[in-house]
Nanobody
């Protein structure tokens, strides 16, 4: 089990940027595939971006492709999500999640979740 703590959420106007950070403790994050997920009110939790254990492979939801960038620093046990050109529809609680081993991560196979951080984008 790994403990995950998100930070960096907040309120921003459309077109602005935020950088979310996920700090891990308890185990070496480099052994985990990591993803950022989000959940808006009344909607299901969706996958936003994922990054492989070594950081060489990333995947993005079509809705954020080209605007968001996921990165990781295994030496620091952190995974970040840089969000640019934010839109009101990006408003949600953002969660960091980890899966031990494997090559991908989805809502159904997460081993550990963070507590979430709110992102609000106003028009």
């Amino acid at each position: 089990q790994v403990q995950l703590v998100e930070s960096g959420g907040g309120s921003v106007q459309a077109g602005g940027s935020l950088r979310l950070s996920c700090a891990a403790s308890g185990r070496t994050l480099g052994n985990f595939v990591v993803g950022w997920f989000r959940q808006a009110p009344g909607k299901e939790r969706e996958r936003v971006a994922t990054i492989s254990r070594g950081g060489y492979n990333t995947n993005y939801a079509a809705s954020v492709e080209g605007r968001f960038t996921i990165s990781r620093d295994n030496a620091k046990n952190t995974v970040d999500l840089q969000m640019n050109s934010l839109k009101p529809e990006d408003t949600a609680v953002y969660y960091c999640a980890a899966r031990l081993g494997g090559w991908s991560i989805s809502v159904g196979d997460v081993d550990d979740w963070g507590q979430g951080t709110q992102v609000t984008v106003s028009s």
